[in-house]
């Protein structure tokens, strides 16, 4: 059985984050049997979570888990879809994965009331005088990654407006379709679930949130998926 290490369910989230979110929803559309893991950051492969260990083999990190799934138990995540529609899936994919990500991650960590409520959980078992300077170092840790991948380098409207950008154009790609490229789901539906239930998540307050709400197939979509795959 395949093993999934993650952060496990938190603020009325399948996972923390939205990449093990990602994976959970790929191993259930594979059909494989998996387990769910509370992983630990010191033992993961590259230092991150999710990795999955499936029968003695160690794979780190969302997009190379699909790809050994794909690889392994000769699945396609996008069959039935046409060259174009693979492009686009992907594309879209990436749009989460390596632009939208990092706008969010400014609003749950480094606005104060939002890491209140969500990542200062994560520090709970450290003792008060020597958590808040670990909470301080892994915020400033964060506000440094976003400004070498050059997200944090813009303005907070600036990056809004990118980020309304993203989501307008994931939500005109998905219209009234049950799923972003049709009436199945393909590979990029477990990205799209992961960011979507995660911006629309009232855990947190966001502008970035405020976007995705403007956006009702976005809502009957997650409300969708959570309903076939996480039913309660």
Request: proline share 6%.
């Amino acid at each position: 059985m395949i093993k999934l290490h993650g952060f496990g369910p938190a603020f009325g989230l399948p996972d923390a984050s939205p990449f093990v979110t990602k994976t959970e929803m790929l191993l259930k559309l594979s059909g494989r049997p998996y387990a769910t893991v509370v992983g630990r950051l010191g033992k993961a492969p590259k230092g991150k979570l999710p990795f999955i260990e499936d029968d003695g083999v160690v794979v780190a990190d969302s997009t190379l888990i699909r790809w050994h799934l794909e690889s392994r138990y000769q699945i396609d995540f996008d069959e039935g879809l046409s060259p174009v529609e693979r492009g686009n899936a992907w594309a879209l994919e990436k749009l989460m994965e390596d632009n939208l990500y990092w706008i969010a991650l400014r609003w749950r960590w480094l606005d104060d009331t939002n890491f209140a409520r969500g990542p200062a959980v994560f520090f709970q078992r450290i003792p008060g005088p020597l958590r808040a300077l670990i909470e301080t170092y892994a915020r400033r840790r964060v506000r440094q990654a976003l400004h070498a991948h050059g997200m944090g380098r813009h303005s907070d409207s600036e990056q809004l407006a990118i980020a309304a950008k993203g989501i307008d154009a994931i939500a005109a790609t998905l219209g009234d379709k049950s799923y972003l490229m049709g009436e199945k789901p393909c590979g990029a539906d477990a990205t799209l679930f992961a960011f979507a239930t995660s911006m629309l998540c009232p855990h947190f307050e966001s502008p970035l949130r405020d976007s995705a709400e403007r956006h009702a197939n976005l809502i009957v979509y997650v409300n969708r998926m959570r309903d076939v795959f996480y039913p309660a």
